[in-house]
């Protein structure tokens, strides 16, 4: 909770913007979960994961966006951000583009969904998407699934361990944007409804120990209730 003591002494190194520090003294300045990480020499790495709060984009996030605008050479993002994305035509073409003779709905059109990276934000100006790379692009199949942004890490866990287990357990292919959306791709309707259950769970949860564990339980008591 705001104000908390986290950590004192000189071997604390401070992962978060949420963490102030007074003397040797480490306070939290909003409600969250700590994470705590001893590195090889000896310190301790301390930092918090909000329980709530807006995606603030930082440079190299993967996000899910919606467009919702087409200028003449970029296209405008909804990445559930207090700031729009910005995609400009070279983010998307590896080609001279001509806005008198193209057009940009012929690749992206109001109302896609795409998978795309923060290349530049400084909060002066709204942040500079791509979908040059792998994994990214538009969105041809799937749901998306929307959650607070503060619950992306613990739908990721420590190393990809929660999101990986999702994946093995129910046999689908998972995109977790930074800003709270979810791309789920799934063989079946009624796998893509238990991963779909399984992540509101996590958001509802995120709080609690042992998660990892009940959502595991979770999807194959589901799978074998249905019959997937």
Do not use: F, H, W
């Given at each position: 909770m705001p104000g908390d003591v986290l950590a004192e002494g000189n071997d604390v190194i401070v992962d978060s913007i949420y963490?102030?520090?007074?003397?040797?003294?480490?306070?939290?300045?909003?409600?969250?979960?700590?994470?705590?990480?001893?590195?090889?020499?000896?310190?301790?790495?301390?930092?918090?994961?909000?329980?709530?709060?807006?995606?603030?984009?930082?440079?190299?996030?993967?996000?899910?966006?919606l467009v919702k605008d087409i200028g003449l050479t970029h296209w405008e993002v909804d990445i559930a951000s207090p700031y729009k994305g910005i995609l400009t035509v070279q983010e998307v073409l590896d080609r001279p583009f001509n806005p008198a003779v193209d057009s940009l709905e012929r690749y992206l059109d109001v109302g896609d969904y795409i998978v795309a990276k923060v290349v530049a934000f400084d909060r002066a100006r709204d942040p500079l998407l791509t979908i040059k790379g792998k994994g990214l692009g538009r969105v041809v199949e799937g749901s998306i699934v929307e959650i607070k942004p503060s619950r992306i890490p613990r739908v990721i866990?420590?190393?990809?361990?929660?999101?990986?287990?999702?994946?093995?357990?129910?046999?689908?292919?998972?995109?977790?944007?930074?800003?709270?959306?979810?791309?789920?791709?799934?063989?079946?309707?009624?796998?893509?409804?238990i991963v779909i259950l399984s992540i509101k769970k996590i958001e509802a949860e995120a709080h609690t120990s042992g998660l990892t564990e009940r959502v595991r339980e979770f999807i194959r008591s589901e799978r074998a209730r249905r019959g997937v």
């Open positions: 963490i102030e520090r007074e003397g040797n003294t480490y306070y939290a300045t909003i409600a969250g979960l700590v994470s705590v990480q001893q590195l090889e020499d000896g310190k301790y790495k301390i930092g918090i994961i909000p329980l709530e709060g807006a995606y603030i984009p930082r440079p190299g996030d993967i996000v899910i966006g866990g420590r190393k990809g361990s929660m999101v990986n287990m999702l994946m093995r357990e129910s046999g689908c292919e998972i995109v977790v944007g930074q800003n709270g959306r979810i791309l789920v791709n799934c063989p079946n309707k009624d796998l893509e409804e």
